[in-house]
C-alpha cells in the first residue's frame, strides 16, 4: 500500500492539515495518509497533551471514512527520549515491509531538514514529498514538491486565538473547535 506519513505536533489540527490529506489522497494517488502527531518534540518545543492532539487528529481524520489514520506510534517509541523521524520510519517499514512509505513535510521545515537526527539516513530509505505553504520555498533540490499550495494556516495562531476566546470557525474543522471549547484548551492558566 501507497503511505504517506503526515507528522506534525498538530496543537491544533486545522483546516490546512485536512486539506493536506485530501491532497494527499486524491491530487499525489497515495492510498492512506497516517497522520502521527508528536509525542515529544524533538527540538523541546512545549506541546499540548498528547491525548488531546491524538483526538482531535482523529475528529480531523473522521470525514475521510478510513483513509486518514492516526498513527500513536510515537508515544511508545519516545516516552523516554525525544522523537526521531528516522526510528519511527524503520519501526513502521519492519512492521509493515510490503508498504512503500512517503514522509510529507511542509516547505518551512525545509530548513531544518538536515538538522534531523540521521537525516541522509532518512533520506535514503524513504522519498519525502514538499507540500507548499505560502512564503516559505517552492522548490528544493533533491525534493519532489506537491503540486498545489496550502491556505496560510498555523497552529500557533489558532492557539493564540483560542487563547483569546476568539472564535475558531473557518480555522479548524467544527468537531476540533468543540473539543478545544470543552477541554478548555490553550486558555491563559
Known amino acids: 500500500m501507497k503511505i504517506a506519513l503526515f507528522g ?6 486545522h483546516l490546512a492539515h485536512q486539506l493536506a490529506c485530501l491532497l494527499l489522497l486524491e491530487g499525489e494517488g497515495f492510498e492512506r495518509v497516517w497522520m502521527l502527531p508528536t509525542y515529544r518534540h524533538a527540538f523541546g518545543k512545549q ?3 498528547f491525548e488531546d492532539r491524538v483526538e482531535m487528529c482523529a475528529l480531523a481524520a473522521r470525514p ?3 483513509r486518514v489514520v492516526v498513527c500513536e506510534v510515537e508515544r511508545a517509541l519516545f516516552a523516554e527520549r525525544p522523537n526521531r523521524t528516522f526510528d519511527t520510519l524503520e519501526h513502521l517499514q519492519a512492521h509493515a515491509p510490503d508498504d512503500a512509505f ?3 513535510v511542509g516547505s518551512d521545515l525545509l530548513p531544518e531538514l538536515p538538522q534531523w537526527w540521521n537525516f541522509e539516513a532518512l533520506r535514503a530509505r524513504a522519498p519525502f514529498l514538499v507540500l507548499r505553504r505560502p512564503g516559505h520555498p517552492r522548490e528544493a533540490p533533491g525534493f519532489r514538491f506537491a503540486h498545489l499550495e496550502l ?20 480555522l479548524v474543522a467544527s ?4 473539543h478545544i471549547r470543552a477541554r478548555g484548551l490553550y486558555r491563559p492558566t
Not at 151 to 170: C, H, N, T, V, Y
Not at 175 to 178: I, P, Q
Open 102 to 104: 512517503t514522509i510529507v
Open 64 to 66: 475521510f471514512g478510513g
Open 151 to 170: 491556505p496560510d494556516l498555523s497552529s500557533s495562531a489558532i492557539r493564540r486565538r483560542a487563547a483569546q476566546g476568539l472564535p475558531l470557525e473557518g
Open 175 to 178: 468537531a476540533v473547535a468543540d
Open 8 to 13: 506534525g505536533s498538530f496543537d491544533p489540527p
Open 47 to 49: 506541546l499540548g497533551p
